[in-house]
């Protein structure tokens, strides 16, 4: 092999690469708005990269690689169909797609490619889907994750989440569900299924403990990734302005979240210079505009919480009675035990450990299963100098805790507590 081969075979993986990275999910929704299929898109996009490959390492790259591996795929999915058993039924599927071929080879210039990724979103995000096969899916078509990725992130078999994943497309199908962006009236509902499964995917790559963590900060990146993409498709919208300032002012302090040794530190013991302003600044200047539209929602209120930490110059001088009351708004649209919970420790800054610890109580029925629920009461009896009692609220939390690096962080603070230091 000469080195003007070994070059133009290094440029075509490289550019593969960065298509899947970059084009997967643009190229992907206009591969199943044309065919209605989502496996048969899926399965004549990835014919179309093995034939780009071999083409591009042969050839050359061509003018518009998108475009050239977005038609190819397309001829791809017409000799998919005509080997297919119901070929006489969808003669007319394979007459349009031709036609549209013709079209294109006439053109003097490079068509553009639609971009239908608004209603891929949807339609993976659709609530008649499982929760956690919504957000594999939203990874696999929008993303371009591999299935491998996927199954890794999720701690997952490989075979388990290709099941996983062909189930998802099969229901599609099955239950016709529609390959659109929903109308006005069913926006709102829709939309916060959308952020409520990017943010889920966000909080599997930040808060998980377990897995590689390279996985993870790619999870979390990919998350902003798609955030991104959906405010360039459908700009104007306060909560997903409000989720990605949210994401930004979280994934600031990533970096100080563990120590030299890989053991988790309290947002209170953090090192703040190991905060990244840039990121800060990018959350507060996306949630000042989210605010400015005067739909407030949870996101944005999340957002409100966090940025408050960011602006404290250290855990002391943080403004909990500010925070106290952005729970209440939160609150209001969240009613849940948890949004309490986290109110509750942040009013034990606001006021007292004594005061939170009361209203603790309230919740005990109905969090009596969660770790994090035990964790604050072992801190709150800790505080309040109820050294006995605080041990068995941190053994409770330790017992519940799932992910090995949250029962040493919980242990780690059992011992200091026991030691007196």
């Not at 563990?258 to 600044?281: C, N, P, T, Y």
């Not at 209001?332 to 006021?351: C, D, E, H």
């Amino acid at each position: 092999m000469n080195a003007d081969t070994g070059k133009s075979q290094t440029l075509a993986r490289q550019t593969i690469e960065n298509l899947v990275r970059e084009e997967w999910g643009r190229l992907l929704a206009a591969l199943i708005a044309r065919l209605g299929d989502f496996q048969l898109a899926e399965d004549a996009l990835q014919d179309g990269l093995e034939s780009a490959l071999v083409h591009w390492q042969r050839n050359g790259l061509p003018r518009s690689p998108a475009a050239w591996l977005l038609q190819t795929a397309r001829r791809k999915a017409i000799d998919r169909i005509r080997r297919a058993a119901n070929f006489r039924a969808k003669e007319p599927q394979i007459s349009h797609l031709m036609e549209l071929d013709a079209e294109e080879m006439a053109m003097e210039e490079t068509p553009e490619i639609p971009d239908e990724r608004l209603a891929l979103i949807f339609t993976c995000c659709h609530p008649a889907l499982e929760a956690k096969s919504r957000t594999a899916l939203t990874l696999r078509t929008l993303g371009g994750l591999n299935t491998g990725e996927i199954a890794r992130a999720f701690l997952d078999g490989e075979q388990a989440m290709a099941q996983r994943l062909v189930r998802a497309k099969r229901k599609i199908k099955q239950a016709k569900i529609p390959y659109r962006v929903p109308e006005s009236g069913q926006w709102d509902e829709r939309l916060h299924t959308v952020l409520g499964v990017l943010y889920l995917i966000f909080n599997e790559g930040y808060f998980s403990s377990h897995g590689d963590a390279q996985v993870r900060v790619g999870l979390s990146n990919e998350a902003i990734r798609l955030v991104r993409i959906l405010l360039t498709l459908k700009p104007g919208e306060a909560e997903t302005e409000g989720l990605l300032a949210l994401m930004m002012l979280h994934d600031s302090r990533r970096g100080a979240r563990e120590d030299a040794s890989g053991f988790m530190v309290a947002l209170e013991h953090q090192d703040r210079s190991l905060w990244d302003r840039g990121k800060i600044f990018e959350g507060m200047q996306m949630l000042e505009r989210a605010l400015l539209r005067r739909t407030p929602g949870p996101y944005q209120i999340q957002a409100a919480i966090s940025a408050v930490h960011a602006q404290a110059r250290d855990h002391d001088s943080t403004d909990w009675d500010q925070i106290v009351q952005l729970y209440d708004e939160l609150f209001r649209f969240q009613p849940n035990p948890v949004v309490r919970l986290n109110q509750i420790a942040a009013l034990s800054y606001a006021k007292s450990p004594k005061l939170a610890l009361e209203q603790l109580g309230e919740l005990e029925q109905e969090l009596a299963a969660y770790q994090p629920f035990h964790a604050t009461r072992a801190d709150l009896l800790h505080r309040t100098g109820r050294i006995n009692a605080a041990e068995v609220s941190y053994n409770r939390a330790i017992e519940l805790s799932s992910e090995e690096k949250t029962r040493a962080f919980l242990s780690q603070k059992l011992g200091r507590m026991l030691r007196g230091s």
